[in-house]
């Protein structure tokens, strides 16, 4: 039932469509109007029950690294790399051996990178449960890792579809400590390191306690930079913690030493007991000695080192957690993901990206309160939001200004045209300030308008308007090929930067101009009398790219 002050009816459509989805595909609007948006959502809140295309399938299937363990990945594109990198030191070669010797193996490397990408923009563009691609993206870049620091250029890719993609609508517990356990966030924020001083395992630069995931773990992840903790909470949390990581190397610490003889341990011992150290025999004896058993070694990568682990009791948020090894981080994680600061702060983050950049307080309260009744049930959270009279206000229709991500992916949307090349989109995006997976910082992407709206970014969509509606972007070239000298940007850089877009070439297969009327229609219309003039008046070559870089279509 409608209530006075609400979205009128014929623009629920298309907002539900610019809040749950990347914008409306042309047929998209009389879609979504011929089952009536509350049922739409209903819909995208359960994409299980909404039907893929066998092609849909079929084309992801195609990104076989995205399907691979992450030991899998460390072994056939990060271990040789490796290799050909020592054995050049070895032969006493200057900088340019170096990289020669090493060409084929980073343009192997870069494969994962550039299929983890391409998936992304694939199922943002193409694929029928919205929703999930949308949360998907949040919850990537709540849990935010980059990239461009060392093992994680292979690891990104399974982190977001292992670890984030199963758990998008499920239990926060769950999407906690997947995240929590992935080799990609133990070695990005370092907690890989994270030693007890003076336990058997401490030594080189295993030897000390590294706050760094301890104090992410609770500041972004969990309960807010205002949520109540201490220093002395992230300290003790930092000790539970101790041991969580990579499996040991001959060194004894776990930089994935272990992952490079992992496939011979595979070989030798039955799936999933595999000993401690993967191959370091020493410590196959010592724990002999010592009556213990081998450890368990979690297929993802994951490995708990006791000997390396603070087993004292720790005083952690107001409570008393026994030594019980790798057991005491799943507490913790309980702790945190059943805390009323972590409701409230997810809450607000999830308000703050569907609704409003000041989300309205009161709303923010329910689905607090919503997330503690139902033991962090997100998709429960995320109803009482879609079917609040807030979602619904005048006052946040079209209200939100899009990210580099969102503007690119709803421009595809909009136009309806095919790609085959995703390398000029992904160059924009990072062109526009936004890298897929380029995110330095572990606190990830500002949502807000303010992030995002200047004149070089908005010079820079216009510009990217223009290419794709007049059909002067690559999109249907052969899909890129690595080469060491391409044009155009890498995915990521070190510095999370852009080089260069080269959006055409001598040789890329012209497109159809894009109609500009199917533009507007598949928007709904819903342009202002200014544009609507400017528009016309135009001349007709520039008319697709003036809706597309119009103001209201810049708003979701």
């Given at each position: 039932?409608l ?13 539900v ?8 595909r042309p ?21 299980e ?25 460390f ?9 050909a ?8 070669g200057?900088?340019?051996?170096l990289?020669?010797?090493t060409?084929?193996?980073r343009?192997?490397?870069?494969v994962?990178m ?5 998936a992304?923009l694939?199922?943002?563009i ?11 993206a949040?919850?990537f870049?709540h ?7 060392g093992?994680?250029?292979?690891w990104?890719?399974a ?21 929590a356990?992935h080799p ?6 370092d907690n ?13 630069k295993f030897?000390?306690?590294n706050?760094?995931?301890a104090?992410?773990?609770?500041e972004l992840?969990?309960?807010?930079v ?8 992230v300290i003790a949390l ?12 001959r ?6 030493g ?20 993967f ?22 990568g994951?490995h708990?080192?006791?000997s390396?682990?603070?087993?004292g009791?720790k005083?952690?948020?107001g409570?008393?957690?026994e030594?019980a ?16 600061q972590?409701a409230?702060?997810?809450?607000f983050?999830?308000?703050q ?9 009161a ?7 919503r997330?503690?009744?139902?033991d ?18 005048p ?8 990210t580099?991500?969102?503007?690119v992916?709803s ?7 095919p790609?085959?090349n ?5 160059g924009?995006i ?22 995002w709206l ?14 794709l509606a007049?059909?002067?972007l690559p999109?249907?070239n ?7 000298g ?10 999370g930067r ?12 012209k ?5 500009p009327?199917a533009?507007t ?6 342009l202002?009398?200014n ?24 708003k979701?």
């Amino acid at each position: 039932m409608l209530e006075a002050s609400t979205i009128p009816r014929q623009d629920r459509s298309l907002h539900v469509l610019n809040r749950l989805a990347f914008g409306p595909r042309p047929g998209d609007l009389e879609r979504v109007d011929s089952v009536g948006a509350d049922r739409w959502v209903q819909q995208q809140l359960h994409p299980e029950s909404i039907e893929i295309p066998q092609v849909f399938i079929d084309q992801i299937r195609t990104y076989s690294t995205l399907h691979m363990s992450p030991v899998d990945l460390f072994v056939e594109y990060q271990k040789p790399l490796m290799q050909a990198r020592r054995e050049a030191k070895q032969a006493g070669g200057d900088k340019a051996d170096l990289k020669g010797a090493t060409k084929d193996e980073r343009l192997k490397e870069r494969v994962v990178m550039r299929e983890a990408v391409e998936a992304r923009l694939y199922r943002a563009i193409f694929g029928p449960r919205q929703l999930q691609e949308v949360m998907t993206a949040f919850w990537f870049n709540h849990f935010n890792i980059f990239a461009g620091k060392g093992l994680d250029m292979v690891w990104t890719g399974a982190f977001e579809e292992q670890a984030i993609r199963p758990h998008t609508m499920g239990r926060f517990r769950d999407l906690l400590g997947a995240t929590a356990h992935h080799p990609a966030m133990l070695f990005y924020l370092d907690n890989w390191q994270n030693t007890a001083p003076n336990s058997p395992g401490a030594k080189g630069k295993f030897d000390g306690i590294n706050e760094n995931y301890a104090r992410e773990l609770m500041e972004l992840h969990t309960l807010g930079v205002n949520g109540g903790y201490s220093q002395q909470d992230v300290i003790a949390l930092a000790h539970i913690l101790t041991g969580w990581g990579l499996p040991p190397g001959r060194g004894g610490g776990g930089g994935g030493g272990g992952m490079r003889r992992a496939q011979t341990d595979q070989q030798m011992f039955p799936p999933g007991l595999m000993p401690r150290g993967f191959g370091f025999l020493f410590r196959r004896r010592q724990m002999a000695r010592e009556g213990q058993m081998p450890a368990r070694v979690d297929p993802s990568g994951f490995h708990f080192d006791a000997s390396r682990h603070d087993p004292g009791p720790k005083y952690f948020l107001g409570q008393t957690i026994e030594g019980a090894g790798e057991h005491e981080g799943e507490e913790a994680l309980d702790i945190l993901a059943r805390s009323p600061q972590t409701a409230k702060h997810l809450s607000f983050q999830l308000a703050q990206y569907f609704v409003a950049d000041n989300p309205p307080p009161a709303l923010v309260h329910r689905m607090s309160q919503r997330y503690l009744a139902t033991d962090g049930d997100i998709r429960a959270v995320l109803e009482l939001m879609f079917t609040s009279s807030e979602f619904w206000d005048p006052r946040y229709y079209a209200a939100k200004f899009k990210t580099p991500y969102e503007y690119v992916v709803s421009s595809v949307r909009a136009t309806a045209v095919p790609v085959i090349n995703f390398r000029p989109l992904y160059g924009t995006i990072q062109l526009l300030g936004m890298p897929l997976y380029g995110c330095q910082t572990p606190n990830g992407y500002d949502m807000t308008q303010e992030a995002w709206l200047n004149p070089d970014a908005m010079m820079t969509r216009l510009s990217f308007a223009t290419a794709l509606a007049n059909g002067n972007l690559p999109l249907l070239n052969p899909p890129f090929e690595e080469e060491d000298g391409a044009s155009g940007p890498s995915v990521v850089s070190k510095n999370g930067r852009y080089k260069g877009v080269n959006f055409g070439g001598a040789n890329h297969v012209k497109m159809d101009p894009v109609d500009p009327a199917a533009v507007t229609s598949a928007m709904g219309g819903g342009l202002s009398p200014n544009t609507a003039n400017a528009v016309e008046t135009a001349p007709p070559q520039l008319r697709a790219a003036l809706v597309l870089g119009s103001p209201e279509f810049m708003k979701r």
